[in-house]
């Protein structure tokens, strides 16, 4: 287990997955484009949508972080189902963060926005990134096992290292912005309003 979980190993790994990074990037800017584009009344439905979710999420860290594990663990399973379900839950999530800031800027000022979303988010947005990076891992897998082709990595240590991408970068980006979340974004925000 110690060889799987080590950061240049994740980072090697990381590196020749290195196209389905590049698919996580541009599929989660487009929808952030999107959520920016679409038209007001949507983006305010989109806004009290995720106000609904969000009020069922106990205010602390433990709160945040357990919501948080929840949905990049979700996005990562997702990949059993040939990451449809991935693509589905990021899509929405990254479509919101574009309507948020949208519609958060106008109404409370530019500052306020990206208080609001840039502390916690400068760890959150990257571990959903990589949730969605291992859900991809995840199914490119299972097409291996199932097609029996030859790669260059087996199906277990894809595997392995979605495992890895999990423990050693998603969870300590999912502590810091829960952290941040709790203690700084309300200090920020609060400083902005007065």
Known sequence: MKEILNYPRLLRALYREKTIF????IFTSLMILTG????????????EMLYEKLKDVEFSVTGIFMNNIRSTGIIMLGGIIFSVLSFILVGLNFLVLGAAMV?????HGTAFMIVSILPHGIFEIPAILLSFVGAMMITKAISVRIAGREENVSAK???????????????PLLIAAAVLEVYLTPWLTGLIAK
Request: charge should be negative.
């Open 22 to 25: 590049l698919i996580a990037v």
């Open 36 to 47: 920016a584009l679409l038209p007001h009344d949507v983006r305010k439905s989109l806004m």
């Open 103 to 107: 519609t958060l800027a106008p109404e």
């Open 157 to 171: 240590v894809l595997l392995l290292e979605t495992f890895a991408l999990f423990v050693l970068m998603i969870l």
